[in-house]
């Protein structure tokens, strides 16, 4: 079968998921802060102004009316409860969190009720929702709108976590993301809403819990998420000139993980590098490393390298926020002490 | 004369073998070279052969027993042959007089000293100690080339390789002997088949600079088993899996090795004890030149190649401006060690810096064997101890007995001058043979038309030399 | 007050049966028979009795860490969740849950919950979830006067006010945040009265009174299904027990015990039924005698019923997701 396809930003991706099965599954509805924007204001009460903070849910509420996309005050707790409860008694909401550092204001609704429900309950309830999030530096938006924070939620048990790094993963993985049964946490990195990808047309699914072989190579793992991908592939375009053969995994789903994926290519490669935005502690690459040396020991044929944000909060400062993110060339640093 | 077999040792960390399956009972004839016994290490098990015909005497440890290395486990003797247990002794054999001083109460192999580890624990990555443990490999002998000196999983995977070339080469019966309290470790290669004579003549092969015995010396020594010798090799003590303060080749300390092994090749029940020559390469050829003026139990010298002078040896591998420098730094270490005890380690190359062609060959020898430590760095007071070896001052001191000195013409290596100007003092019976077109080492080769031709040329020496007539002086 | 003698029939036996929950899992604590730790609602039967008996199964009701009443008033049967505080594999949560997560969402009970203020957002994402399917269900939400000081309690009648959602707030004020006097907790002169601030009905009720309390909700049930949003039910009442048990209640005065005897809402209700003759003391015998069997049993059947299989322990924490990521890494 021919599949259509464009070349579409990651944001507008993300877009054309959330309309899909909006459109698609009348239980979906849509709820944040300024999803639509200018609620009740006559002129734009139907067209909406902002349309999400960056832009993702532009236009919907022109499709799917107010009913569906709702406008939410800034009451993260309260909203993110609502979804949590409607969940449980039958909706498949998408309630957007705007920036991930937000989360301290309604952590308890995500990982105590949320996260819970199902477990506690025996397994007699499920709660299908989707919290979309903004993650990562580079904006020069400092210490509470820049971090990534996914390694906290990949930690709580009850939760999926998804970060996807191309406009055709962003869209798939959100399809995805939507009809699953269980709450999704994705994360959307700031830096990724302008870039662009051939993304096909209509409704497709990129399954939950499976890494993507971005590259392939047998020299080095680099096992790279969200941004960081971008990053790993042009370190590994570099190192290819020098006759270094990178592979790099896109996780894309972080909880479940794929760690499948990782453990054979490192069983290929037995060299891994770990390349996350997140601090390090108790982070995603802290756990992959952890998974290389337990599950993966014998197949190691170097020290397993983690290029991360330090253990500090986002600086402002441009010259401090670049230092701050991982770069190709720490990238680069870190194979050629495995290599 | 009864031998004892030993629980062999099969690898540099073997300590104890575990006693697998008797192949033979007690009172059952035996043909040497018969498979006796399995033994079972952590990583193989193997064949133990006869080391005599005979008759299997004793069984001295039951099947599932785990025994330390060199623990006797069987006596082989004669039919009629009556053996006293209380006289058993750590080594091979025992005479029916045995000397004092080298009987070793049963018990006591436990207690011998192991061999010093060459430094500190091996650093090797988890894929390359999964690989070692699934081939075998001993990582102690495996050169790491990760950072730090650390095993990755391609030295393992060379090793393996390296092993299988290794395995190409022919093996013989591993042995042990004592030399100056040290244990050696050494390799016997006897003839196949029935023996033509009862005692055989022996030689004992004189291993290069590089200390072990596998190299170059298993094809001679499997030649001349061939030809009916009983061929013994050796790791001088330092080098190999023989005890020893590592890697200091001081000469005159390999020479009394050399002499531990006549000894011990005497008196092996295969060997006519009268009949005994020597072979020596390069630096052993050295050796086999001293040894063989100092020891009159060597009836006749094969010198290939040999250093007969160290000092114009090392010199002539330098310029005048090199020697001076070289020199000086001797005579630096020198003063430092009288201070702080211990002398500066260098490079083999440093000491002895090869000729292109020389290093090629020696590199590969590098790769092939990495787990023989085949480039060490020496102390540089062995180094002093080269210059001040002077072999060619004593080889008129070895007739009548006879010495062959083999050379190739274009040796850049040890010059052929080394040669020529030796036998020029030697004294009757001699024989100079160059070989034109060769270099030190290039003919080394089981495939190379001159190796044949040495192996002819050295066989008929011995062969004249130590033919079962030859009456003593 | 017009209500159905059927009706009265069922008030009685759910506040009776909570009242003989309560004090039979107050024993069974006390034999140490339970794990855990237990909040036991007895005193309050007559707020959770008199909202849910306008309640179907398909409403919803949240719920407290107190939630026994509750559930029991939402008709979550009593066999399951008396399995439930013994931690056995027939328990409503397959012994997943214990006391403050008791839950039957095929019931419209969507848990007790041990975060105070846990559940007025959830309440509100029922009440959403109806008003999109365009459905008349409502959602009840019980929380007790130290939630009324959460914020999740604000942003919830706030959200539930501007999307006019179908939610009945229900603050059971018993007097006390666990040991400490709402009185110093909340600054107000009431709590009902803050439902002014959402622009909602905001009713002070005596707890204590079945009747009070089933004619206030009953009021608010009718608004929310009628579309018109949320309302406020303030309801104040005594609970028997401590905060939980093992709580000397150090900080009640005895003036206020008798009180809070006098005013059994059990009690209360049996004289009116009978001086009104709405029903006999046959029939209510009848019912405590019916009550009293079904906790036997219930107990009786929780004892002999298996544990878990520890390795239950791995199972229902996601729809879907690989078996081997939620066990132990060794």
Redesign the interface.
Known sequence: MVVATRVISYREALNEAIRLETRRDPTVVIMGEDIAGGAGIGHIESVGAWGGVLGVTKSLVSEFGRQRVLDTPISEAGFIGAAVGAAVTGLRPIAELMFVDFFGVCMDQIFNQGAKLRYMFGGKAKVPMVIRTMIGAGFGAAGQHSGCHYSVFTHMPGLKTVAPATPYDAKGLLIAAIRDDDPVIFFEHKLLYDTTGEVAEGEYVIPLGKADVKREGSAVTVVAIARMVHVAMEAAARLAGEGIDVEVIDLRTLSPLDEEAILESLAKTRRLVVVDEDNPRCSVAADIAALAVDQGFDYLDAPVKMVTAPHTPVPFSPSMEQFYIPSPQRVIDAIREVV | MATVVVMPKLGLTMTEGRVGKWLKQPGEPVRQGEPLLEVETEKITIELEAPETGVLKHVLAPEGATLPVAAPVAVVAAPEEEVDLSLLTSGATFAAEPVAAEATAISAPASIPTVPSGGAQVVA??????LAREHGIDLARVRGT??GGRI???DVERAIADRGQAAAFPRGQLVTFYSDGLRLAGELFLPRGEPRAARLPGVVLCTGIQGVKELAMPLLAQALADAGFAALTFDYRGFGSSEGARWRPLPYEQVRDVRAAITYLSRHPLVDGQRVGLLGMSFGGAHALVAAAEDERARCVVALEPVTDGRRWLRSLRSEWEWRVFLEELAQDRSARVVHGTPRRVSLYEIMPPDPESRAILQEVARQFPELDVHPEFPLDSAEAFIEYHPEAVVDRIAPRAVLFLHGEVDVLVSPEESILAAARAGEPKRLVLLPGMGHLNWLNPKHPVFSRVVAEVTAWLEQHLAASQPRS | MDIPKEKLRWIYERMVMIRRFEDRVAQEFAAGKLPGFVHLYAGEEAIAVGVCAHLTDRDYITSTHRGHGHCIAKGVDVRSMMAELFGRSTGACKGKGGSMHIADVDKGMLGANGIVGGGPPLACGAGLMAKVKGTDQVAACFFGDGAAEQGTTHEAMNLAAIWKLPVIFVCENNLYAESTPWTYHCAASDIASRAAAYDMPGVLVDGTDVFAVYEAAGEAVARARRGEGPSLLECRGFRYYGHFQGDAVTYRTSEEEEECRRRDPIERFRQTVLSQGLLTEDELNAIDESVAREIEEAVRDAESSPMPSPAECLTDVYVDYPAAQLAFRH
Do not use: I, Q, S
């Not at chain 2, 990555?125 to 999964?130: E, L, S, V």
């Open positions: 990555t988890p894929a390359a100690r999964k990760g950072p990755t999983y391609e």
